[in-house]
């Protein structure tokens, strides 16, 4: 099982800041995604990034793969509230049936 | 398009008495279908997935069990519920182990 750890664990913001939340792990990765999560439902897909070096950017998220593709990370600029939730990534090896997920990373944004 | 329903949301049940968790697909023929469970707010632990009817495979040695009777039903049970089965328990769907389409989830309380 590859092992993916997600730094911090825990975030409190004020509106407004910037924050970046990482993704790291031994194993290289043929494609690695990012989930939001709210409190009581299931993880929402934000992004897939498959390609070492790779930069996507969904409105003011910007994920970035390693070129090593062994690590990921998501920066929000300019964090809202409804920015709040649980932000997971997970992987897929080259072998794997199922992905793996790192423990998440908590988000408060605060007004 | 395709949707996925979990039921039921929440479950109180005492120790030592069954479980059954059904999950279902609609619009997609032969997903790939996975039950997760996460333990207060944090990171996703795979149980079980299935890549076709009658096909179950395990990720941890536990008191559940899974089984797929047709292409787009998965179900998760256990005979005798412990205190360590309370949880949030997620169903999931995927095409060729690409992202994942979550359910809005089961919180289970095991008294």
């Known amino acids: 099982t590859q092992l993916l750890e997600q730094s911090p664990q825990f975030l409190s913001i004020q509106e407004g800041e910037n924050l970046t939340v990482y993704c790291n792990s031994s194993?290289?990765?043929?494609?690695l995604q990012w989930y939001r999560q709210e409190p009581g439902e299931g993880p929402v897909l934000l992004v897939t990034?498959?390609?070492?070096?790779e930069v996507k950017k969904l409105k003011r998220l910007t994920f970035q793969f390693g070129d090593a593709r062994k690590d990921s990370s998501l920066h929000i600029t300019a964090a809202q509230p409804g920015d709040t939730g649980l932000y997971l990534c997970?992987?897929?090896?080259?072998?794997?049936?199922?992905?793996?997920f790192g423990k998440g990373t908590s988000l408060l944004v605060t007004p | 398009s395709q949707t996925i329903h979990q039921w039921p949301a929440t479950l109180v049940q005492p120790v030592g008495s069954p479980l059954s968790l059904e999950c279902t697909v609609e619009?997609?023929?032969?997903?790939?279908l996975y039950w997760y469970r996460q333990a207060a707010g944090r990171g996703l632990q795979l149980l079980f997935y299935?890549?076709?009817?009658?096909?179950i495979s395990s990720e941890v040695p536990q008191n559940l069990s899974a089984s797929r009777p047709q292409d787009r039903q998965f179900i998760l049970s256990s005979k005798k519920l412990l205190l360590s089965d309370s949880g949030f328990y997620l169903c999931?769907?995927?095409?060729?182990?690409?992202?994942?389409?979550f359910g809005s989830g089961t919180q289970l309380s095991v008294l």
């Open positions: 194993s290289v990765f043929s494609s």
């Open positions: 999931a769907w995927s095409v060729h182990n690409e992202k994942l389409f």
């Open positions: 299935s890549v076709g009817i009658g096909q």
């Open positions: 997970a992987g897929n090896s080259n072998s794997g049936y199922a992905l793996n």
């Open positions: 990034v498959v390609t070492g070096g």
């Open positions: 619009g997609t023929s032969n997903p790939n």
